[in-house]
């Protein structure tokens, strides 16, 4: 049996609705013809490992891992869509967050204070930050401390302990906490966007055929377009998919040269 996994916006509340998601995802790939597809999503830890699995099935991997640990060794599905900022979107980016009671209007008076990052193969919470910050930085570095929390919520609690000053966190991983985890953002506020890139992207293992490949896109646009899944979509701020060129994710890596050629390769 091959594997299937939705790790991405995973939250809590929302595991029903990843849950129901593929399953009707799954039921429509079976009426295609597709063999060993799994009933049920893993959720595994270790889901950077499952990525490059011979048996992955299916799958959401951030834009950064797809352009640099995975490059060349999966296949782009497709790129969901999503409602932000009251528009359905392709395309994200990360809100550059605070305490509601920090004085600092702007990213560039957080200069000698301490960041936290989720991760540092994370678009949304390293690299879309490190551009954001790179124009304001002097020899190479603007904060005094940067920490690693190892997830946005992390990152949001550090900054609500008072442990770190500033983050940025995935928009759409902050609107789903806005919807369904208010109080994991009481005391937050946005004072920033970074730059926009792809959303994170579906994939699939390397070998997968490319009838394959087709039949994953299909089921995928029939399940979101299912109206049974009208509620679970809603939930889960999707809207849709498109079939995108795998070369629209090379803005991520114009990001990170971006931020190179101002002279800012390291977020500190």
């Given at each position: 049996m091959l594997?299937?996994?939705?790790?991405?916006?995973?939250?809590?509340?929302?595991?029903?609705?990843?849950d129901r998601l593929w399953r009707e995802i799954a039921t429509h790939l079976r009426s295609l013809g597709v063999r060993q597809v799994p009933q049920s999503l893993t959720r595994d830890p270790k889901t950077a490992r499952d990525w490059l699995a011979d048996d992955l099935l299916f799958s959401q991997t951030?834009?950064?891992?797809?352009?640099?640990?995975?490059?060349?060794?999966?296949?782009?599905?497709?790129?969901?869509?999503?409602?932000?900022?009251?528009d359905a979107r392709s395309d994200y980016c990360s809100y550059i967050l605070v305490r509601e009671n920090d004085a600092a209007q702007s990213l560039e008076a957080l200069r000698g204070r301490r960041a936290v990052i989720n991760s540092a193969d994370s678009q949304s919470?390293?690299?879309?930050?490190?551009?954001?910050?790179?124009?304001?930085?002097?020899?190479?570095i603007f904060f005094s401390k940067v920490y690693i929390s190892g997830a946005h919520l992390y990152s949001i609690q550090w900054l609500r302990?008072?442990?770190?000053?500033?983050?940025?966190?995935?928009?759409?991983?902050?609107?789903?906490?806005?919807?369904?985890?208010?109080?994991?953002?009481?005391?937050?506020?946005?004072?920033?966007?970074?730059?926009?890139?792809?959303?994170?992207?579906?994939?699939?293992?390397?070998?997968?055929?490319?009838?394959e490949v087709r039949h994953l896109q299909?089921?995928?646009?029939?399940?979101?377009?299912?109206?049974?899944?009208?509620?679970?979509?809603?939930?889960?701020?999707?809207?849709?998919?498109?079939?995108?060129?795998?070369?629209?994710y090379e803005r991520i890596?114009?990001?990170?040269?971006?931020?190179?050629?101002?002279?800012y390769p390291h977020l500190r």
């Open positions: 594997k299937a996994s939705l790790p991405m916006y995973d939250l809590p509340p929302l595991r029903a609705a990843n951030c834009g950064y891992p797809l352009t640099h640990a995975l490059k060349d060794k999966i296949r782009l599905v497709a790129t969901p869509r999503y409602w932000l900022k009251e919470g390293f690299s879309a930050f490190r551009h954001a910050v790179a124009p304001l930085a002097e020899n190479g302990e008072g442990a770190a000053d500033v983050c940025a966190v995935d928009a759409i991983t902050y609107e789903l906490a806005a919807k369904w985890q208010p109080q994991a953002l009481a005391g937050i506020r946005i004072i920033g966007d970074t730059a926009w890139a792809p959303c994170l992207p579906y994939i699939t293992r390397l070998h997968c055929t490319d009838d299909t089921a995928l646009q029939a399940a979101i377009q299912s109206p049974a899944l009208a509620t679970v979509c809603q939930a889960l701020l999707l809207c849709g998919v498109e079939i995108r060129p795998i070369s629209d890596d114009e990001i990170e040269d971006e931020a190179a050629a101002r002279g």
